[in-house]
């Protein structure tokens, strides 16, 4: 069955063309991510800029017609963190069915955080035991802790392409969805940039206090952990050097809490200019990578994980195994 997803977030718009056949993503034909900052001060005015609606538009657009390409089965649009938030997210949403032909569905920060683990059960490479998948995104992060199945290991470690259906593990026990993002933190702490040590003593405070209120100690015992999506793939790739993104490399690498650390460490005494020149800093995270990262470190840090594995299977393959299963 071919099935397109979209995954509209505060932060970026991304693709997902792939074939699903009894519960496997057995073909990708296209996976791309653009940071269009839909979300851009959402959180202070409740409301979506215009130049955010339309440069998301023209990215919409263009994934319209490499849809209409594809000729999928089925078609979906998510919208996560921004558009839960916006009053004038669903009249938004209303414009890009018409124009698009994309129907869509705002998904709540649960149901986020399980799609998120479903996918990167599926396609990771899983250790064994209590499994922590968080995803950081531009508005808010997901946690999401579970088992994977004994048959839903992999059947090859590259992202997409073999994926089992995690439908067969019995999901995630527990998860959270937190108003703490990239873009979010870094619009309400970082007036500075870079931040001031007021300013980011302040982000690291809220960040802290935030998970920990949220995830009570007898829920934080995890035998491994999965990070997911743009701020660890690009902690990643920027740890490795990577002046063009390799997903060979960057897909099922460990990533070590020290490595976190040594990155805030170099990002805090740059500018959001400055850190665009480093390698592996896509276009439009230069200066919402510090506040990832602040995230990261944090989570690792309450979790009590020293390493975690980096997967590019996320929400989108969560999604598209999703819709595959979906009744006409």
């Known amino acids: 069955m071919r ?9 970026t718009c991304r693709l997902l063309l792939a074939e699903v056949w009894d519960g496997v993503i057995t073909h990708t034909e296209m996976r791309r991510t ?7 001060g959402v959180d202070q005015t409740g ?6 609606v339309e440069r998301t538009l023209v990215r919409l657009r263009e994934y319209a017609t490499l849809i209409e390409g594809y000729a999928p089965e089925r078609r979906l649009l998510i919208a996560t963190s921004a558009l839960r938030d916006a009053a004038d997210g669903r009249r938004f949403l209303e414009q890009v069915e018409r124009e698009c032909g994309l129907p869509w569905r705002v998904i709540g920060g ?60 019995p999901g995630p026990d527990r998860t959270w969805s937190l108003d703490v993002g990239a873009v979010r933190l870094t619009e309400r702490f970082f007036a500075s940039d870079p931040p001031t040590i007021g300013q980011w003593r302040q982000a690291v405070r809220y960040t802290r206090g935030l998970l920990s209120g949220a995830v009570p100690p007898e829920a934080r015992q995890v035998d491994a952990g999965i990070g997911v999506a743009g701020t660890i793939t690009t902690l990643v790739a920027n ?38 020149l480093l390698p592996g800093i896509e276009p439009g995270r230069e200066d919402v990578i510090l506040a990832g990262a602040l995230i990261a470190r944090e989570v690792c840090r309450l979790f009590a994980l ?23």
């Open 3 to 11: 099935l397109a997803v979209v995954d509209l977030g505060t932060n």
């Open 34 to 40: 653009e940071v269009v900052r839909l979300g851009e």
């Open 47 to 52: 409301r979506l800029a215009p130049a955010a």
């Open 110 to 169: 649960k149901e986020e955080a399980a799609l998120a683990f479903r996918g990167a059960v599926a396609c990771a490479p899983v250790p064994s035991g209590r499994i922590l998948v968080f995803d950081i995104g531009g508005g808010s992060t997901e946690l999401a802790i579970g088992r994977a199945a004994p048959d839903s290991a992999p059947r090859s470690t590259e992202p997409v392409v073999g994926c089992v259906d995690a439908g067969r593990a």
């Open 239 to 276: 740890h490795l050097g990577l002046r063009e993104y390799r997903t060979d490399l960057v897909h099922g690498r460990e990533l070590s809490l020290a490595t976190v650390e040594a990155a805030i460490r170099a990002f805090r005494s740059l500018t959001s200019g400055a850190r665009a």
């Open 306 to 328: 020293s390493t975690v594995l980096c997967s590019e299977a996320d929400i989108l393959e969560g999604a598209i195994l999703s819709l595959a299963e979906e009744r006409d």
